[in-house]
Nanobody, 122 residues
């Protein structure tokens, strides 16, 4: 499984950004997908997850109502739409994948992409 994240950049507080993650897998619908982030000096934290079918999503409390995770199974791509961005959202964002059948709230993922940097200026 190879994951390629893109879409990071510099944005002002209150702005929006959409991250994408393209997955090189044979059957994309066998995998739950997730987004994590790691801010400077902090540990990596869970952001959002979407089930293999796309029917179930789950969010960290810190982003609930501001971020939306979605997937396009025809394009083998997962997205993270980020709105009302805050300076504390500044981090390297990583996409991740795992075989389906986990509880959506479980933060265990087997496959990781390289990160994409999101910087939110105040």
């Amino acid at each position: 499984v190879q994951l390629q994240a893109s879409g990071g950049g510099l944005v002002q507080a209150g702005g929006s950004l959409r991250l994408s993650c393209a997955a090189s897998v044979r059957i994309f619908t066998n995998y739950d997908m997730g987004w994590f982030r790691q801010a400077p000096g902090k540990e990596r934290e869970f952001v959002a997850a979407v089930s293999a079918s796309g029917g179930t999503t789950y969010y960290a409390d810190s982003v609930k109502g501001r971020f939306t995770i979605s997937r396009d199974n025809a394009k083998n791509t997962v997205y993270l739409q980020m709105s009302s961005l805050k300076p504390e959202d500044t981090a390297v964002y990583y996409c991740a994948a795992r075989w389906k059948y986990y509880d959506i709230r479980d933060s265990t993922y087997a496959y990781w992409g390289q990160g994409t940097l999101v910087t939110v200026s105040s």
